[in-house]
């Protein structure tokens, strides 16, 4: 059995692999660059760095077309522990290299788990809002609200990949079953009075009856979101409710009447809610004298936590974000005419590894380079005393 | 006399760099030095109008100087007076460089009816400027990375004609005949031509001249206050805001509240008249009186203007450049013969061009206040001076010249990439939001441009062994493991600070939007600039390759280094895209070419090789 593993073991310790994978993690991220032209930044990294194969569609077909980020990153971590254990000895003389590696294993690890972990989302607030959750960038859902109670609504959300199969959703709060008819993952949507050629609507109920929904080419584009169309029919005991429209082109929730309650229904860009809540005081938009080239924006925030204690005030402005509650906030866009705000909002419980992972690496290499470089200078001095 | 040779050759190089700080200037009788050096706020700082002048043609030209149709040569600063004071005779000068045939056909114009075959009229071009802003609107709603050629060169020119109108417009309307005539007139007029607008506005009776005459000066004020983004006209005296400059046709507006024209504004008239008309000595008297004027509350300012110009006209980066073409000629014939003086005689014009290097980017820091690095242009700079220190240490260990050669080919090299990226315009521009941290500035950026700077210079430093190696036979043991040394210490030195450069830049990112790392093209060119010394270092430990192996991987840092550095600028997305033209795309692809032919000639059999004649002592592998 041991002389089975034996090659095994040679063929992770060994450098040569570390030099063949440290190529193909130059070729991936160089691949993954490129193909930014077409997929955005957001793309790519879902489709080269957190997964095991990068599959290209050809023809319509998912072709593997390269290693992905995890096998090659989950390569270098075993070659490079493999490497410790069985071929390194520890020696003072060698305490560099061990820091740079020991750090690289940990940005490595950093790197897995904000594949993971990370989320971003916005939040966009006009002069004098509050607002006390943050919106997705790309994902949206299926809200449905009882409101029937004066003091609380109950929203029971449906993530949008559910409207995009065929099963029907039940939940145990909603007395009715929702089944998805027809779905778009990007749309169009017009008066039906504005486009008379359009065919026939699936949406029987509500608003949905005068829209025509058109489906669209998914974007990439860094600013640009995919605005998805489904229909679909609520089915009761008794039988259908009818066919609604949602989207988010629709802004006001449709509201209907069924077993006693007030329902809401509204597709919407997904929603994190936080434990507190965020006023916009104020922002400000400043520009270089005599031209439009921005110098700073910055806002000026309230927040007020559920408990009730006091409150506190922020002011985020570039490169000084906030970080509050587990998030990030720093500013992202600003629009001054309208009185608009818009805050990068990012969860990554993992960042603070990096720093640390840095260091070490950072470490390491002066360490390791100085001995190079002390090594150098006493060879000389030897040759030249010899001379 | 061959013992003095280094001597003499560091006498030369110190004459010429004192020769380039006092450029001598044909005496024309008006003070254009004190004219130059005036203060403007354009592009969002106080600079110098000789900065004005030089940017401006560079950006519509390509170079600084200007032929007028009678023969005569003109310097930046006298072809911009003639712009803002002469545009009857300015209009006629051919500044605008068209390469592109099909923009050429829009304005039907063939080549030859420009000078060089390039360079045309405001003129030549006046008649078909609305079909080129139709053009230009059509091509701009193009993606940035999906314009053709015509479209990148229709934007170009409208965007060059918008500058040269903006300058027509600084101080006078282009069509008045004497702009001073017009504005004493106007003053003198006003009283009564606001009475008559006030009773024409009551419906009494009024004196319908006097007050179509004040409503027509308004209007052409207004129009020039819409026509112009050089703010020329300082603050009042007791405005609050020092940095509430104005443009001339804003002041003028500003005349119908107050009653009194703006005495800045009617001083640069008087210059204009003083130029139109020919008279030296009340140009002269008007440049002083006005410096006087602004002394009293511009002083910082002013002398940093003066200093600009000095700068601008002293082109250290461009002494440097020569220099360092002198360096290299000489370390190379070095090898061939005397080499120890020849050597010492490489090293001194280096170090002369190096401090000079040194002095031109502590001039821009101080005029900016920023850190050496701030845009693709300084980082053209600072790689260059970066390598060229490098450089330095090792000729100072090794002595032989092979740090001078490479010294000399990296500081030309760059520097001839600064100039061409300083064509875009002023190089000193404003930091957009975001980059606004000095901070941050001054780590991520010099540490992770430094680490280009070492790679550059480890794949310099294998293209000297391969080219000594294959063509000449000057490549002894001795020479070749010098060589190889350097090489793997640069190399060393390179992932060390590439690899901190770019963590400090992921920080930053942390700091500024909570994400560590974004995946941004111009991250992941650093972080395969990494990877890239990683694995040469990583294969030299195992004994993948030895030193010719080594040589190769070095030359194919240079490839991976362009490609950061300017390569994922072409691609057009992400927070670092500067927009390119399409010429740079050609040379990166030239360059990148040329390194792998370089692979190629040192993968031939080392029996090809001139100076390792089979078989080999040093036990190479491929």
Redesign the interface.
Same mark, same amino acid.
């Given at each position: 059995m041991h002389e089975l593993l034996q090659p095994l073991v040679r063929f992770f310790v /060994?450098?040569?692999l570390?030099?063949v994978l440290?190529?193909l /993690?130059?070729m991936l #991220?160089?691949f993954?660059?490129?193909d930014? #032209?077409q997929l955005?930044?957001w793309g790519?990294?879902h489709k080269w760095?957190f997964n095991f194969i990068v599959v290209q569609p050809v023809k319509g077909l998912p072709v593997p077309v390269f290693p992905g980020g995890y096998f090659i990153g989950g390569m270098l971590l075993i070659n490079l522990v493999a490497a410790h254990i069985y071929r390194f000895k520890f020696t003072w003389k060698k305490v560099g290299i061990w820091l740079a590696h020991l750090g690289l294993i940990l940005l490595i690890a950093?790197?897995f788990f904000?594949g993971l972990e990370?989320r971003?989302s916005q939040l966009q607030f006009h002069l004098g809002e509050t607002k006390r959750y943050s919106e997705d960038f790309r994902l949206n859902e299926l809200a449905v609200i009882n409101t029937t109670d004066p003091k609380f609504d109950d929203v029971i959300s449906i993530p949008e990949s559910l409207l995009a199969g065929d099963t029907p959703v039940q939940n145990p709060k909603l007395p009715f079953r929702i089944v998805p008819r027809l779905y778009y993952p990007n749309s169009m949507v017009q008066m039906r009075t504005q486009a008379p050629n359009a065919p026939p609507s699936p949406a029987t109920m509500d608003i949905g009856t005068q829209l025509a929904a058109t489906p669209q080419p998914l974007t990439y584009k860094?600013n640009e979101r995919n605005m998805p169309v489904a229909f679909v029919e609520l089915i009761g005991p008794e039988g259908s409710l009818g066919t609604w429209l949602v989207s988010p082109w629709i802004d006001e929730p449709q509201t209907f009447d069924y077993a006693g309650r007030t329902w809401q229904l509204v597709m919407r860009f997904k929603r994190y809610y936080t434990p507190y809540a965020m006023a916009l005081l104020q922002l400000k938009n400043d520009?270089?004298?005599?031209?439009d080239?921005?110098?700073?924006?910055s806002s000026q925030v309230h927040i007020r936590d559920d408990e009730g204690n006091g409150g506190r005030d922020a002011l985020i402005y570039?490169? /000084?974000?906030l970080?509050y509650g587990g998030?990030?906030?720093?500013q992202y866009q600003m629009n001054k005419v309208d009185g608009l705000s818009v805050l990068?909002v990012?969860r990554?419980p993992t960042?603070r590894l990096?720093?640390l992972a840095?260091l070490l690496?950072?470490l390491g290499?002066?360490i390791q380079?100085s001995l190079?470089?002390a090594g150098?200078f006493r060879k000389?001095a030897a040759a030249a005393m010899t001379a | 006399m061959k013992k003095y040779f280094p001597i003499i050759v560091l006498l030369i190089a110190l004459a010429g760099v004192a020769a380039s700080l006092f450029p001598s200037r044909p005496d024309s009788g008006f003070d254009l030095n004190g004219f130059g050096r005036l203060p403007v706020?354009? &592009? @969002?700082?106080l600079k110098p109008f000789d900065t004005v002048a030089r940017t401006s043609l560079l950006e519509l030209q390509g170079r600084q100087r200007v032929a007028a149709p009678d023969g005569r040569t003109l310097t930046p600063i006298e072809w911009l007076l003639d712009v803002f004071y002469q545009p009857g005779a300015a209009d006629q000068y051919q500044t605008f460089r068209i390469d592109n045939l099909d923009t050429l056909a829009l304005f039907d114009l063939q080549p030859e009816a420009g000078a060089g075959k390039k360079l045309f009229s405001f003129g030549q071009l006046a008649p078909k400027l609305p079909e080129l802003e139709r053009q230009a609107t059509l091509a701009s709603q193009v993606d940035n990375?999906q314009q053709s050629a015509f479209e990148r060169a229709v934007i170009k020119l409208q965007v060059g004609i918008q500058l040269y109108q903006h300058l027509k417009y600084s101080f006078a309307m282009p069509d008045s005949k004497d702009f001073l005539a017009e504005l004493l007139q106007f003053q003198e007029s006003l009283p009564a031509g606001v009475e008559a607008v006030r009773a024409k506005q009551a419906g009494q009776p009024h004196d319908e001249a006097a007050a179509q005459q004040v409503l027509e000066a308004g209007r052409r004020f207004d129009f020039m206050a819409g026509a112009t983004?050089l703010?020329t006209i300082p603050p009042e005296p007791g405005d609050a805001r020092p &940095?509430?400059?104005q443009n001339t046709g804003r002041a003028l507006l500003a005349t119908f509240p107050n009653g009194n024209i703006n005495p800045n504004v009617l001083a640069y008239a008087a210059l204009g008249h003083a130029w139109r008309f020919h008279q030296p000595e009340p140009f002269n008297e008007m440049v002083r009186l006005h410096r006087e004027l602004l002394q009293k509350r511009f002083a910082p300012a002013l002398k940093k203007c003066a200093f600009e110009a000095r700068f601008n006209a002293a082109q250290p980066f461009y002494t440097a450049m020569i220099l360092y073409v002198f360096v290299f000629l000489l370390a190379v014939i070095s090898w061939l013969k005397w080499p120890e003086v020849l050597g010492r005689a490489a090293f001194y014009p280096m170090a002369v061009a190096f401090l000079l290097a040194t002095a031109g980017i502590l001039a821009r820091m101080w005029l900016e206040g920023r850190p050496p690095v701030t845009n693709l242009y300084s980082s053209a700079l600072f790689i260059g001076w970066g390598a060229v220190g490098l450089c330095l240490i090792l000729e100072k260990?090794y002595r032989n010249a092979i740090g001078s050669a490479a010294g000399g080919l990296i500081g030309f090299g760059t520097l001839l990439i600064a100039h061409h990226l300083a064509l875009g315009g002023d190089t000193m521009e404003?930091m957009?939001? *975001?980059l606004?941290?000095n901070f941050?500035l001054a780590t991520h950026v010099v540490v992770v441009t430094t680490g280009y700077a070492s790679t550059f210079l480890a794949g310099i430093l294998a293209l000297i062994y391969i080219f000594r190696g294959v063509f000449t036979q000057s490549l002894d043991k001795a020479t070749a493991d010098a060589l190889a040394?350097m090489v793997y210490?640069i190399v060393?030195?390179a992932?060390?600070f590439s690899?901190?450069g770019t963590?400090l830049g992921?920080?930053?990112a942390?700091?500024?939007?909570?994400?560590?790392?974004?995946? &941004?093209?111009k991250e992941? @060119?650093a972080?395969?600039i990494v990877?890239?010394n990683?694995?040469i270092l990583?294969?030299r430990? @195992?004994g993948?390759v030895k030193q010719r192996g080594l040589m190769c991987l070095a030359v194919f840092g240079n490839i991976?280094t362009s490609w950061s550095w300017f390569g *994922?600028n072409m691609? @057009?997305?992400?927070l670092h895209s500067y927009g390119f033209t399409q010429a740079t795309f050609w040379w990166l692809i030239g360059f990148i070419a040329s390194q792998l032919a370089i692979i190629a000639i040192a993968s031939l059999p080392l029996e090809k090789w001139r100076s390792f004649p089979a078989p080999r002592p040093l036990g190479v592998s491929t």
């Open positions: /060994s450098l040569r570390t030099v440290l190529v /993690s130059i #991220v160089f993954a660059t490129l930014q #032209v955005g930044v790519i990294q760095f950093s790197q904000t990370q971003e860094e520009v270089y004298p005599g031209t080239i921005p110098k700073n924006f570039m490169n /000084s974000p970080r998030l990030t906030y720093y990068q990012v990554n960042w990096p720093y840095c690496v950072g290499l002066v380079f190079h470089l150098f000389r | 706020l354009a &592009d @969002g700082r990375a983004s703010l &940095d509430n400059w260990l404003m957009r939001a *975001v606004d941290s941050w040394r210490g060393c030195f992932t060390l690899f901190v963590i992921g920080i930053w942390d700091q500024s939007w909570g994400r560590f790392w974004g995946w &941004d093209p992941n @060119g972080l395969i990877l890239w990683a694995t990583h294969a430990w @195992g993948l991976v *994922v691609l @057009g997305i992400g």
